[in-house]
Structures are given as structure tokens and as C-alpha cells.
């Protein structure tokens, strides 16, 4: 299952997001990881929450950040929810034709592993593609 909060800078997602992975902490059976860019949810999330920083790992396409999610998984099975905020950001791109590929990628990863995505993307959600705008 893949939930995408999308809307402008000061819109409110980030607050939104740090509510859901601080509920799902207390929710979930298994690990809980938020990815972001930058560190600016190190002090807002629940030390439970494995908080993993992208800029570490030079994550520079979907195709690399297809690798990191599926490497993370295979070192943890017992993940059950991962959050991803900022995902064009992440990866250096705008919200396009590629976001949808990687949004259905990871929405059959999930499945398959019985895995919860929440994702934020930075960007006005009317200008999404339909692609996009199937996991608001």
C-alpha cells in the first residue's frame, strides 16, 4: 500500500508526516524507517524510528533508490512501514512519467513484502501526473 501526501513548501505535509510516523510507532509490529534528505526530522521523530539520511548514500535516480529500499528490506525483514519524505528531492528530479514507474515499482514491492510506503513529494498537486495522483 503506498499513501503520497503532495502539495507546495509550507503547505503542512512535514508536520502531517511527523504525526504519522510517531502514531505508527506505537501501531506497528514490525520496524518503521523514514528516509529523507537532509536531517531536519531528527529531533521531531520517536528514537525508534530508524531514521535514515539519503544524502549519505548518493541515491541519485529511482533506479538507485529501487536498490537502497530493497537492500534495506533484505537486511530487515521485519520492516513494516517506510516513509520517504521528500522523494523528488531524494532523487534530484520533478514529479514526471519516472515518479509513476517508481510509484508502482514500490507499490508491488509492497505487497509482495507486506509493506506500508507513505511518501511526500514537494510539488503543486494539481500539476501531477495521473500516475501520481492514483495514491494520494
Request: hydrophobic share 35%; proline share 1%.
Amino acid at each position: 500500500m503506498i499513501r503520497v501526501i503532495m502539495g507546495k513548501k509550507g503547505s503542512g505535509k512535514t508536520k502531517n508526516v511527523i504525526e504519522m510516523i510517531n502514531s505508527a510507532v506505537q501501531t506497528e509490529h514490525g520496524s518503521v524507517v523514514c528516509i529523507e534528505k537532509g536531517n531536519k526530522l531528527t529531533f521531531d521523530i520517536h528514537y525508534h524510528i530508524r531514521l535514515v539520511e539519503a544524502s549519505d548514500y548518493d541515491i541519485a535516480n529511482y533506479t538507485a533508490l529501487k536498490g537502497f529500499i530493497s537492500g534495506l528490506y533484505a537486511g530487515n525483514y521485519d520492516i513494516t512501514h517506510v516513509f520517504i519524505d521528500s522523494l523528488t528531492k531524494i532523487v534530484g528530479g520533478e514529479c514526471d512519467h519516472e515518479t509513476e514507474k517508481f510509484l508502482d515499482w514500490l507499490n508491488k514491492f509492497g505487497e509482495k513484502h507486506n509493506i506500508k510506503f507513505t511518501i511526500t513529494i514537494s510539488d503543486d498537486a494539481s500539476l501531477a501526473p495521473d500516475g501520481v495522483k492514483k495514491y494520494f
